[in-house]
Structures are given as structure tokens and as C-alpha cells.
């Protein structure tokens, strides 16, 4: 795992009316703190990659539909450079992970429907200074293909 992300396994608490899931508290250790949280909604096949923060974490959680969420670590004081961590998130694999500052991301919906993709930022969004740094999703410094993968 890169250093500093953290996963959070969720849980959904279904009954006869639906579920009802959690995603982040106050009191999870994985809580920093308050700043915002938006949602994108992403048609399928889409990758959105790469970008990274100076400043904020971000938290990713997929309500609806799946994404391949993919981290790569380009901190060279990091001890985890170079490391490729990918999570498959969303309806059939419900989790909240923690993206830490400098730590590339991207994600691409898969499946055959949108995926709604929630974050919860660490900061607020600086409409003069955007703390976001863009990297194409196939950059060759990146050792990563977006490709499906069969195993």
C-alpha cells in the first residue's frame, strides 16, 4: 500500500425499505477534517487521470456504479515511490480511500453505467489558485496502462 492511503470498508445496513451506509464520521481515524464534498458523474469508459493536491487529501467513495480508481506514488521522499496501488470501488465493493497530498490519481468508470464518484476534500476548492496538477493519463514517466487487465 502507498504510504499514507487508507482504505475504510463500508457497510450497508439494508432492510425492507433499502440500505442506509455510512461513509465518513467524525470519529473514523481516517477523518482529518471538514472542508467540502462534491460529486461527479462519469458515462462509462471515461478516465479521468492524472492529477495530484500540494495541499488537500482527498476521499474517494463511488455511490453508484464501479470505477478503477488508481493511485501512483511519484514522491521521491516518499518510502513507497514509484508504487501503483489500484482499487475497484463502487455498487459491488463499497469503500472510502484516503488519497494523500502528492500521490497521483485517476479513475476510469467501468461497466456499462455512469458512476457517481463522491470526494471529500480536505480543502476548499481555490477558484484563483487551484491546488491541481495535471499529468496526461498516458504520460511514460507513469508505469501504468489504463487498459482492461484479464488475469
Known amino acids: 500500500m502507498i504510504q499514507g492511503v487508507e482504505?475504510?470498508?463500508?457497510?450497508?445496513?439494508?432492510?425492507?425499505?433499502?440500505?442506509?451506509?455510512?461513509?465518513?464520521?467524525?470519529?473514523?481515524?481516517?477523518?482529518?477534517?471538514?472542508?467540502?464534498?462534491?460529486?461527479?458523474?462519469?458515462?462509462?469508459?471515461?478516465?479521468?487521470?492524472?492529477?495530484?493536491?500540494?495541499?488537500?487529501?482527498?476521499?474517494?467513495?463511488?455511490?453508484?456504479?464501479?470505477?478503477?480508481?488508481?493511485?501512483?506514488?511519484?514522491?521521491?521522499?516518499?518510502?513507497?515511490?514509484?508504487?501503483?496501488?489500484?482499487f475497484f470501488m463502487g455498487e459491488d465493493n463499497p469503500i472510502l480511500v484516503k488519497i494523500p497530498v502528492g500521490v497521483l490519481h485517476g479513475y476510469k468508470t467501468s461497466g456499462v453505467k455512469p458512476s457517481f464518484l463522491l470526494n471529500f476534500p480536505t480543502r476548499l476548492y481555490n477558484y484563483k489558485e487551484p491546488d491541481e496538477y495535471r499529468v496526461p493519463y498516458d504520460d511514460p514517466s507513469i508505469p501504468y496502462s489504463w487498459e482492461i487487465k484479464i488475469t
Open 7 to 86: 482504505i475504510k470498508k463500508l457497510a450497508k445496513h439494508c432492510d425492507e425499505r433499502g440500505f442506509l451506509m455510512e461513509i465518513l464520521r467524525s470519529d473514523d481515524p481516517i477523518f482529518q477534517n471538514f472542508s467540502m464534498t462534491y460529486v461527479s458523474m462519469n458515462y462509462p469508459g471515461v478516465i479521468r487521470a492524472w492529477h495530484y493536491h500540494r495541499l488537500q487529501d482527498d476521499h474517494f467513495c463511488v455511490l453508484s456504479g464501479m470505477c478503477k480508481v488508481v493511485l501512483y506514488d511519484g514522491r521521491e521522499d516518499s518510502g513507497t515511490c514509484g508504487e501503483i496501488n489500484e
